[in-house]
């Protein structure tokens, strides 16, 4: 095993390579050696990111690549990282697409490139450690901190309503946190722990942990996020650049769930278990409600913005239903729609970039235009609706196999989904790739470039991947949810 203290070079790289660019002069000269800069430092965060894969021990379902010492001596609060099968692929899925929205930006982003590069590695550090730490006031501080290069990445960067979207999604983000903050107050004043390992259990009345699960599910329910806390998404995607809209469906949406799983789960069962029948509804609601919006959508990108809230909604049902297939499920749902949201948004990018329009009606016959640009998007989009052999099968199937055990109204609240998505995404793709082209500034539309073609096919290989190879990633979390379950079901026995 390595000895070194891996994780935290992973998580404070991206910061020196931010350190370097802060040095580097900004002008017309200098501008490609700062973005070259942030890519390089991102892309070596992602091959480190990967030792922690090989060197990870599937059969361990405690803490691995632990790093601790002592931060604030007085209270007993430690700077405590470590990682489980469960924040393992959180972390590779965070290193594996900020290099691909550094390079989708290199010609997009034409001012304050500095500051732009400096936001995504700011972002990247925020976002790693927040998966790495394991003691909560650790956790809270990244868990907070990435809202900030991120309203900045919308709030500069992007479109013309950017003020307006970045304000609102600050907002909403920012008071469902506070409820954060006076939870993790309270746990400490009941127990002095602050270590996440530790807490996992039954330390509290049922009466406490239903105030510190609904002060927790205030935040991560906008995070995901679940109806009807969703509003702020959809202006947030079609306002944010498109490496923005990449991470913010790519990754930020995943730090709800994984709240969900480590926080109440892991320490409030009973509470968990009296809101299941809560947690279902929303779900079915919303999966139901904002695929019916997805498909009045005329905006390309909004179409998938609230997609995700639907997809998000089958990870919600998954984790809450507690049993191996459906949180298997939703952590590999969690894991193929970071990528496959991802990829739908580049795709959406690359002809926005084009023809600066992201509305349904201007596209038609872009097959005719661009064969590998549709053969792409085509892929991308069958493992956004679950065909089988890609990523989003995998998922879907193991939650629904999980929610037999609980109720067919989920089962089927849960398969209406997985139909509707399969509704408007095909038919999105009729109206934009099939047909003739009626509108004559696409005859001038150029096919994917070699750029474009190194950011989407490590994208399009891990949708096969997932879906051909499931067992790769399910091995490394299986254990770790068992140890999850078996706390819960024991709790809730009694």
């Given at each position: 095993?390595?000895?070194?203290?891996?994780?935290?070079?992973?998580?404070?790289?991206?910061?020196?390579?931010?350190?370097?660019?802060?040095?580097?002069?900004?002008?017309?000269?200098?501008?490609?050696?700062?973005?070259?800069?942030?890519?390089?430092?991102?892309?070596?965060?992602?091959?480190?990111?990967?030792?922690?894969?090989?060197?990870?021990?599937?059969?361990?379902?405690?803490?691995?690549?632990?790093?601790?010492?002592?931060?604030?001596?007085?209270?007993?609060?430690?700077?405590?990282?470590?990682?489980?099968?469960?924040?393992?692929?959180?972390?590779?899925?965070?290193?594996?697409?900020?290099?691909?929205?550094?390079?989708?930006?290199?010609?997009?982003?034409?001012?304050?490139?500095?500051?732009?590069?400096?936001?995504?590695?700011?972002?990247?550090?925020?976002?790693?450690?927040?998966?790495?730490?394991?003691?909560?006031?650790?956790?809270?501080?990244?868990?907070?901190?990435?809202?900030?290069?991120?309203?900045?990445?919308?709030?500069?960067?992007?479109?013309?309503?950017?003020?307006?979207?970045?304000?609102?999604?600050?907002?909403?983000?920012?008071?469902?946190?506070?409820?954060?903050?006076?939870?993790?107050?309270?746990?400490?004043?009941?127990?002095?722990?602050?270590?996440?390992?530790?807490?996992?259990?039954?330390?509290?009345?049922?009466?406490?942990?239903?105030?510190?699960?609904?002060?927790?599910?205030?935040?991560?329910?906008?995070?995901?996020?679940?109806?009807?806390?969703?509003?702020?998404?959809?202006?947030?995607?079609?306002?944010a650049p498109t490496a923005g809209s990449v991470i913010l469906a790519g990754v930020l949406l995943k730090m709800g769930g994984y709240g969900f799983i480590r926080f109440s789960l892991g320490m409030l069962p009973e509470a968990s278990a009296y809101f299941m029948p809560l947690i279902m509804t929303l779900s079915i609601i919303a999966i139901i409600y904002t695929s019916l919006v997805a498909l009045a959508q005329t905006d390309i990108k909004k179409l998938i913005a609230y997609s995700s809230v639907a997809h998000m909604g089958i990870v919600t049902i998954g984790i809450f239903l507690v049993n191996q297939q459906a949180l298997e499920g939703a952590m590999i749902q969690m894991i193929s729609h970071g990528i496959v949201s991802a990829a739908l948004f580049l795709c959406v990018g690359v002809i926005y970039d084009r023809m600066?329009?992201?509305?349904?009606?201007?596209?038609?016959?872009?097959?005719?235009?661009?064969?590998?640009?549709?053969?792409?998007?085509?892929?991308?989009?069958?493992?956004?609706?679950?065909?089988?052999?890609?990523?989003?099968?995998?998922?879907?199937?193991?939650?629904?196999?999980?929610?037999?055990?609980?109720?067919?109204?989920?089962?089927?609240?849960?398969?209406?989904?997985?139909?509707?998505?399969?509704?408007?995404?095909?038919?999105?793709?009729?109206?934009?790739?099939?047909?003739?082209?009626?509108?004559?500034?696409?005859?001038?539309?150029?096919?994917?470039?070699?750029?474009?073609?190194?950011?989407?096919?490590?994208?399009?290989?891990?949708?096969?991947?997932?879906?051909?190879?499931?067992?790769?990633?399910?091995?490394?979390?299986?254990?770790?949810?068992?140890?999850?379950?078996?706390?819960?079901?024991?709790?809730?026995?009694?």
């Amino acid at each position: 095993m390595i000895s070194w203290p891996l994780l935290s070079v992973i998580i404070f790289l991206p910061l020196f390579g931010a350190l370097i660019i802060l040095l580097i002069k900004e002008d017309e000269n200098t501008s490609s050696n700062i973005r070259w800069a942030a890519l390089w430092t991102s892309l070596g965060v992602f091959f480190l990111s990967l030792l922690l894969w090989v060197q990870f021990d599937y059969s361990n379902s405690t803490y691995q690549f632990e790093e601790k010492f002592k931060w604030f001596e007085d209270i007993n609060i430690y700077y405590h990282v470590g990682i489980d099968g469960i924040s393992l692929f959180m972390i590779i899925l965070s290193t594996f697409l900020t290099p691909l929205c550094i390079l989708s930006s290199w010609r997009c982003i034409k001012f304050r490139v500095k500051e732009y590069m400096l936001a995504f590695l700011f972002l990247e550090t925020f976002m790693i450690g927040m998966f790495a730490s394991i003691d909560i006031l650790l956790f809270y501080i990244f868990f907070e901190a990435v809202l900030i290069p991120m309203y900045i990445i919308i709030g500069i960067w992007g479109g013309e309503r950017r003020i307006y979207a970045s304000f609102k999604f600050f907002l909403y983000t920012l008071l469902g946190s506070v409820l954060m903050l006076i939870a993790i107050i309270v746990i400490y004043k009941l127990t002095g722990l602050m270590s996440i390992e530790l807490l996992q259990g039954n330390y509290f009345q049922k009466n406490t942990q239903i105030f510190l699960w609904i002060a927790f599910f205030a935040s991560f329910a906008v995070k995901i996020p679940m109806w009807p806390f969703h509003t702020w998404l959809p202006d947030a995607h079609v306002e944010a650049p498109t490496a923005g809209s990449v991470i913010l469906a790519g990754v930020l949406l995943k730090m709800g769930g994984y709240g969900f799983i480590r926080f109440s789960l892991g320490m409030l069962p009973e509470a968990s278990a009296y809101f299941m029948p809560l947690i279902m509804t929303l779900s079915i609601i919303a999966i139901i409600y904002t695929s019916l919006v997805a498909l009045a959508q005329t905006d390309i990108k909004k179409l998938i913005a609230y997609s995700s809230v639907a997809h998000m909604g089958i990870v919600t049902i998954g984790i809450f239903l507690v049993n191996q297939q459906a949180l298997e499920g939703a952590m590999i749902q969690m894991i193929s729609h970071g990528i496959v949201s991802a990829a739908l948004f580049l795709c959406v990018g690359v002809i926005y970039d084009r023809m600066h329009s992201r509305e349904i009606s201007f596209y038609s016959g872009l097959v005719n235009k661009m064969p590998i640009y549709s053969t792409v998007f085509m892929i991308v989009l069958l493992g956004s609706v679950g065909l089988p052999g890609t990523s989003g099968f995998i998922g879907e199937f193991l939650v629904i196999v999980g929610a037999f055990k609980y109720s067919s109204i989920v089962v089927i609240g849960a398969a209406s989904g997985i139909l509707l998505s399969a509704v408007y995404m095909l038919y999105l793709y009729k109206r934009v790739f099939f047909g003739i082209i009626n509108n004559e500034k696409l005859n001038s539309i150029l096919d994917l470039s070699i750029r474009e073609k190194i950011i989407l096919i490590p994208l399009v290989l891990a949708v096969l991947l997932i879906g051909l190879l499931p067992n790769l990633f399910i091995e490394p979390m299986s254990r770790s949810l068992e140890l999850i379950i078996i706390n819960y079901e024991i709790v809730n026995a009694k």
